[in-house]
């Protein structure tokens, strides 16, 4: 079993859709959580980053941890084609210098 | 802030030569650089994790000999690929963190092999 589950997708949304990605984990000790979104032939580029559980917003992105569900989530309100990438979540544990990433979800927002 | 940046992006060598990428934070020193492999449609593969004037540390199964990885400072860091084979064509992506444990990412470095 993997350390970091992600359903790779394809997720196919309307244009303005509200667009729910979600990664689970087993490993208790991670305390840090990232988002990333990765267009094809790019490197990935980071969206939020959290530590520990709660909610942080950043413009049409809200990231969740639910640390106790082991369960992580990002929200993208209206959605726009240029939504359209990969998204990775990553996580790390305190002391880990490497980060731990989900396999990807690949997001397609129809206009 | 937070750049990032690979150069060249993209290469294409022949068989049997050796290929230098480098990868540079812009606007911050990097304490730990690292460098990603990544095929078409799959996720980041992690080859190895270098600190500033130490040797780098390689994931099992990636060849060190094979991988020559450089972190001559701390704003710089260099993976070359020896005796280069069409096998180990693929896109190659550094990252480099400051202190906390977000990664920034370079835009990646496309390798053919012919």
């Known amino acids: 079993q993997k350390e970091v589950e992600q359903d790779p997708g394809p997720l196919s949304v309307p244009e303005g859709a509200i667009v729910s990605l979600n990664c689970t984990y087993s490993n208790s000790a991670f305390q840090y959580f990232m988002w990333y979104r990765q267009y094809s032939r790019k490197g990935p580029e980071l969206l939020m980053y959290?530590?520990?559980?709660g909610n942080k917003e950043d413009g049409r992105f809200t990231a969740q941890v639910d640390k106790s569900s082991k369960y992580i989530s990002l929200f993208i309100r209206d959605s726009q084609p240029s939504d359209s990438a990969t998204y990775l979540c990553a996580m790390s544990a305190a002391g880990r210098r490497a980060l731990t990433f989900g396999s990807g979800t690949r997001l397609q927002v129809q206009p | 802030g937070a750049v990032v940046s690979q150069h060249p992006s993209w290469v294409i060598c022949k068989s049997g030569t050796s290929v230098k990428i480098e990868c540079r934070s812009l606007d911050f020193q990097a304490t730990t650089m690292f460098w990603y492999r990544q095929f078409p449609k799959q996720s980041l593969m992690l080859m190895a994790t270098?600190?500033?004037?130490?040797?780098?540390?390689?994931e099992q199964g990636v060849e060190k000999d094979k991988f020559l990885i450089n972190h001559a400072s701390l704003t710089l860091s260099t993976l070359t690929v020896t005796s280069a084979h069409p096998e180990d064509s693929s896109f190659y992506i550094c990252?480099?963190?400051?202190?906390?444990?977000?990664?920034?990412f370079g835009p990646g470095t496309r390798l053919t092999v012919t």
């Open positions: 990252s480099a963190r400051e202190t906390g444990y977000e990664q920034y």
């Open positions: 959290t530590y520990s559980s």
């Open positions: 270098s600190n500033e004037g130490s040797k780098a540390t390689y």
